[in-house]
């Protein structure tokens, strides 16, 4: 399994960024996908994730602001991310998870500027 993850960039708080991460397989394998996070000197973090019924968790943090979603044809899970802020600034990375096997992408780098 393969996870190709794109779509981090600079940006100005306030602003967008769209997330994708693209499997090697059919994602409707996965008992869940999701997206983390790990900002320099910290944890990496739980934003969101999607299980195979469809239902959604967020942090706290992004709840309102950030939504995820899956393309099965695309075999792509996204993150939509607006009104984003510096604190969001930190490598983000994406994961499916199979039978207790978690997958990861590499990461992509978002930067929110004050």
């Known amino acids: 399994v393969q996870l190709q993850a794109s779509g981090g960039g600079l940006v100005q708080a306030g602003g967008s960024l769209r997330l994708s991460c693209v499997a090697s397989?059919?994602?409707?394998?996965?008992?869940?996908l999701g997206w983390y996070r790990q900002a320099p000197g910290r944890q990496r973090e739980l934003v969101a994730h999607?299980?195979?019924?469809?239902?959604?968790v967020y942090a706290y943090s992004v709840k309102d602001r950030f939504t995820i979603s899956r393309d099965g044809g695309a075999r792509t899970v996204y993150l939509q991310m607006d009104d984003l802020r510096p604190e969001d600034t930190a490598v983000y990375y994406c994961?499916?998870?199979?039978?207790?096997?978690?997958?990861w992408g590499q990461g992509t780098q978002v930067t929110v500027s004050s």
């Open positions: 999607v299980s195979s019924d469809g239902r959604t």
């Open positions: 397989v059919d994602i409707s394998i996965f008992d869940a």
């Open positions: 994961s499916a998870r199979q039978r207790g096997l978690d997958y």
